[in-house]
Structure formats: C-alpha cells, structure tokens
T-cell receptor
Framework: NAGVTQTPKFRILKIGQSMTLQCTQDMNHNYMYWYRQDPGMGLKLIYYSVGAGITDKGEVPNGYNVSRSTTEDFPLRLELAAPSQTSVYFC???????????????FGDGTRLSIL | GNSVTQMEGPVTLSEEAFLTINCTYTATGYPSLFWYVQYPGEGLQLLLKATKADDKGSNKGFEATYRKETTSFHLEKGSVQVSDSAVYFCGKRDSNYQLIWGAGTKLIIKP
C-alpha cells in the first residue's frame, strides 16, 4: 500500500537550475495537488488537477509548471530555481467518490528543496 | 471571506493535561471539516473529519464537533501524551474540492 510517493526526498539546487519533483499515486485518485510549506507556516496550494489532462493554478503558481498526462503521475517543474523557492513540497491526492466533498487528501512524505 | 483560523502556537502542555486547539471557519453552507496531524519530518495525515453539522469526528482519543452555530471545529483530547507532539492543521472543504487550510498549531507535550 504505497499511497502517494514523492521523489526525491531531499535536493539542493543552485540558483537558475531546473528540476522536476515527481509524484505518483496508486489509489486511482482523480484529484491531485501540489503544496509548499515554508518553515513554521501552513500549506500553500501551488497547482492542482482534477483529472488527466486538466490542471489549474492554485494560490502560488508563479515559477512552477505541472502536467498530468496520466491519472497516477503529477510532476512539478521548477524552471529557474530561486532562493524564494526553498521549501518543503508536498503532493497529495483525493478521490471524487461521493462527489468528493467529504474525501480526505492523502499526502506524500514531502521533498525538502534548498536553493543556494 | 473563505478562511480557516486556528489558535497560534506553540501550545505547550504537560503529559496527561487536557488539550483544546481552537479552529473557526468562514463559509456559506456546510462544508466538510478536517483535522490533520504532521509529525516531525513527515507529511500530513488525516486525524479526523466531520461532514455535517453536529457530527463528531474522533480518532486516537482526539475529538472535534462540527458546530454550525459558532462555525467552529475545535480539537480536544482528554489526556495528552508525549507522542502527540506534532503540528495540527484544521481544514475545510472548498467548493471545488480543494481544502482551505489553517496555518497549523504546533503542540509540544512535556513529560
């Protein structure tokens, strides 16, 4: 029972580098989300997806891109890393069962990203 | 507005003390409400939920009751343990299946 799997767990980038944070889920969930959590702060939604081929911006999308070519995978791309993007990134998924409104979100363990 | 407000932390208690973490929300209608817990170095885990007014969610000795008259969903536990030390997040379901999150409350339990 893998649930939501994120890779890598840790990464250090130099300013201006690019990378992709991977997220995959094996629960056949339609809804997937990317959050960032800055130290001592709550979660901010970056992007979300309600199904394969559909993505939407969240609260803080600038500097990021996503794609959703399959139900299972929802990668997050940083094109030009900046120090302000140092954070912990969480991927989550949830089911649309019963209309989706009372379904919880299932989280991965996070990717700790430092931009130096 | 569309928000969730939690009491600021950290909250520091001694083992076996009674815990309350306040959570209030703004909403039209009756959104589903959730409490999540984040242990150090881990992702968030669902702790409990309530889907309609007067529902009580419970898990691992924690409880929260959906109070529509006060738009609140306060988290309570009668006797906390050191292992309960974590960050607790209150959330409410938004209309398009996103969650609106509180800022989180760090709980520290001292032996």
């Amino acid at each position: 029972n893998a649930g939501v799997t994120q890779t890598p767990k840790f990464r250090i980038l130099k300013i201006g580098q690019s990378m992709t944070l991977q997220c995959t889920q094996d629960m056949n969930h339609n809804y997937m989300y990317w959050y960032r959590q800055d130290p001592g702060m709550g979660l901010k939604l970056i992007y979300y997806s309600v199904g394969a081929g559909i993505t939407d911006k969240g609260e803080v999308p600038n500097g990021y891109n996503v794609s959703r070519s399959t139900t299972e995978d929802f990668p997050l791309r940083l094109e030009l890393a900046a120090p302000s993007q140092t954070s912990v990134y969480f991927c989550a998924s949830s089911s649309p069962r019963g209309g989706g409104s009372n379904q919880p979100q299932h989280f991965g363990d996070g990717t700790r990203l430092s931009i130096l | 507005g569309n928000s969730v407000t939690q009491m600021e932390g950290p909250v520091t208690l001694s083992e076996e003390a009674f815990l309350t973490i306040n959570c209030t929300y703004t909403a039209t209608g009756y959104p589903s409400l959730f409490w999540y817990v984040q242990y150090p170095g881990e992702g968030l885990q669902l702790l409990l939920k309530a889907t309609k007014a007067d529902d009580k969610g419970s898990n691992k000795g924690f409880e929260a009751t959906y109070r529509k008259e006060t738009t609140s969903f306060h988290l309570e536990k009668g006797s906390v343990q050191v292992s309960d030390s974590a960050v607790y997040f209150c959330g409410k379901r938004d209309s398009n299946y996103q969650l609106i999150w509180g800022a989180g409350t760090k709980l520290i339990i001292k032996p």
